[in-house]
């Protein structure tokens, strides 16, 4: 996976309560140009707007289960190997 800034944003909403809370309010759905990308950041938007808390991968992939009309299969095995790649790069 790639270091392109779309992935950071999701990992540090995964991972990061400060960064989250600072930067959610001015993300949007429509700024993240993969699929699988504008999938995660919604489950992820909708965690936290139901929680109020961060969510955890398998939080994600228990939201994403459970919208199973709204994603097909290949969607969601898609989704799971981009969340499991989700992590936040320790600076050396």
Do not use: G, W
């Amino acid at each position: 996976m790639t270091d392109r800034i779309e992935i950071i944003i999701l990992s540090h909403l995964l991972f990061d309560e400060t960064y989250t809370r600072k930067v959610l309010p001015f993300l949007k759905e429509e700024y993240f140009s993969e699929s699988v990308e504008r999938v995660a950041f919604e489950k992820i938007y909708s965690f936290i707007n139901d929680y109020n808390s961060l969510p955890t991968k398998e939080s994600i992939l228990i939201q994403a289960n459970n919208d199973a009309d709204n994603i097909s299969d290949s969607q969601y095995k898609e989704l799971s190997e981009f969340v499991k790649e989700l992590k936040i790069k320790k600076n050396k």
